[in-house]
């Protein structure tokens, strides 16, 4: 765990000693407190025009915090790829690589580490974002446990994406080329259930709609805990983990 921890440690003073975690998480707020304005604007307005009585707490739920939750999941989608990307992408162009691998030090504790790094910047950016639930729960909403879920699902996600950051990102020495083919293979697993429904096989279909990240997040945002989607979100970042580990490990042969 020790050595875990240093290459924890090294990686989040990096992130925090330069500007790129303040002004990641300058813009993701901004943008995210954008999109909340607008969403609860749109169900006030609403709200004037309809009964208030026959909108409620759901109507609060569906028509904001639910599509608060989409909107601040895809920013994760475009945000992990930007953390990631330089995890082991930069360890190979400066030939730094070469020596943790050599050093008294496994290839797990080593993409551990930098997967750990990358979860607790993301993590971060999620917690300041706090402000905006609390918003809701103080507007009328007082079901916690569905906001408490729904946060859940989309620190699954960030799990997820930043497993996938960190493969890629063992896959050159190029930050731009591990950054694109990050997002390319987070959209894969993001678009994937909607061409589900294009699939005339039903087993075909049914396995795409389980690989998408976005089948198992609908979950999370109705307030509902799946095992089966807590068991995928975890093989998920198992699978990708491991495909760093045995990146690395190739380098010795």
């Known amino acids: 765990m020790k050595k875990i921890y240093s290459i924890w440690k ?15 998480t300058a813009i993701f707020l901004l943008l995210l407190g954008l999109i909340f304005f607008n969403l609860f604007v749109n169900f006030v307005e609403n709200v004037q025009r309809l009964n208030p009585e ?60 930098k ?62 080329v591990s950054g694109v083919v990050s997002m390319v293979i987070v959209l894969f697993f993001w678009f994937i259930s909607w061409f589900s429904h294009s699939v005339d096989n039903m087993i075909l279909s049914q396995l795409m709609q389980y690989l998408s990240v976005l089948f198992h997040f609908d979950f999370f945002a109705r307030g509902l805990i799946s095992l089966t989607s807590v068991v995928y979100h975890l093989s998920f970042v198992f699978f990708f983990l491991f495909l760093s580990r045995e990146k690395l490990e190739a380098r010795y042969w």
């Open 115 to 176: 997967y750990f790094s990358a979860v607790s910047l993301l993590g971060f950016m999620l917690f300041c974002s706090v402000i905006f639930p609390i918003s809701i729960y103080l507007a009328g909403m007082r079901e916690v446990s569905v906001l408490v879920v729904g946060y859940l699902g989309v620190l699954f996600n960030i799990l997820a994406f930043a497993s996938i950051g960190v493969f890629s990102s063992s896959l050159s020495d190029n930050q731009l």
């Open 10 to 24: 090294r990686e989040i003073v990096f992130y925090f000693t330069s500007p790129l975690a303040y002004v990641l």
């Open 54 to 113: 026959s909108v409620g707490v759901a109507g609060l739920r569906d028509h904001v915090f639910t599509r608060f939750l989409g909107n601040m999941n895809f920013l994760f989608l475009l945000c992990a790829p930007l953390v990631t990307m330089r995890l082991l992408s930069e360890e190979q162009k400066q030939g730094t690589l070469s020596l943790l691998l050599n050093a008294p030090i496994s290839n797990w504790q080593i993409v551990l580490g």
